[in-house]
T-cell receptor, first 113, second 114 residues
Framework: KQEVTQIPAALSVPEGENLVLNCSFT??????LQWFRQDPGKGLTSLLL?????REQTSGRLNASLDKSSGRSTLYIAASQPGDSATYLC????????????FGQGTTLQVKP | EPEVTQTPSHQVTQMGQEVILRCVPI?????FYWYRQILGQKVEFLVS????????KSEIFDDQFSVERPDGSNFTLKIRSTKLEDSAMYFC??????FGDGYTFGSGTRLTVV
């Protein structure tokens, strides 16, 4: 059974710092991995989608990497800003005849001005 | 950018009452999903829907839950007799091609059962 874990659970950094959020999954047989942002009480905003054949994806100050064989992904945020404060979720789309995403519990990021 | 729209944003209901949560997926998407997030817990899968039928459901999705696509645009989740433990944020999502595609989520409906 696929399990997704995110470390750390919470992170507080000063504005301008570069940071890395970690996601690990137990079953390397995945179609893709998606990173989401969730603001308090709000929905999920897709940030980056990495297919199983890809190593990384970039969007602006965000870079996500995927090492499928070791069951790990990282989300790198460059030059963090207070507006980046949110919970970041990773979710894997398992292989096989399933359409569901398995989510981690998230990393809550606070960027202090 | 196309959006998944959910209504209402917040619903309060008495225990035992029926509720219907509504979603309008992105128009050219073919795969539809419901997820829920109990406060402080992980987002968890409920059901996937394709070609007018359920393609997969979780253990949570028991007989009190049902989904329907009553017309070409709406996708609904019905809970027949709500329980206190059904209180959660319910998210609708859609995907153009399913496997290998990213999912677009709606902003959610917060259901509070009292």
């Amino acid at each position: 059974k696929q399990e997704v874990t995110q470390i750390p659970a919470a992170l507080s950094v000063p504005e301008g710092e570069n940071l890395v959020l970690n996601c690990s999954f137990t079953d390397s047989a995945i179609y893709n991995l998606q990173w989401f942002r969730q603001d308090p009480g709000k929905g999920l905003t897709s940030l980056l989608l990495i297919q199983s054949s890809q190593r990384e994806q970039t969007s602006g100050r965000l870079n996500a990497s995927l090492d499928k064989s070791s069951g790990r992904s990282t989300l790198y945020i460059a030059a963090s800003q207070p507006g980046d404060s949110a919970t970041y979720l990773c979710a894997v789309h398992g292989s096989g005849n399933t359409g569901k995403l398995i989510f981690g519990q998230g990393t809550t990021l606070q960027v202090k001005p | 950018e196309p959006e998944v729209t959910q209504t209402p944003s917040h619903q309060v209901t008495q225990m035992g009452q029926e509720v219907i949560l509504r979603c309008v997926p992105i128009s050219n998407h073919l795969y539809f999903y419901w997820y829920r997030q109990i406060l402080g817990q992980k987002v968890e899968f409920l059901v996937s829907f394709y070609n007018n039928e359920i393609s997969e459901k979780s253990e949570i999705f028991d007989d009190q839950f049902s989904v329907e696509r009553p017309d070409g645009s709406n996708f609904t989740l019905k809970i027949r007799s709500t329980k206190l433990e059904d209180s959660a944020m319910y998210f609708c999502a859609s995907s153009e091609r399913g496997f290998g595609d990213g999912y677009t989520f709606g902003s959610g409906t917060r259901l509070t059962v009292v």
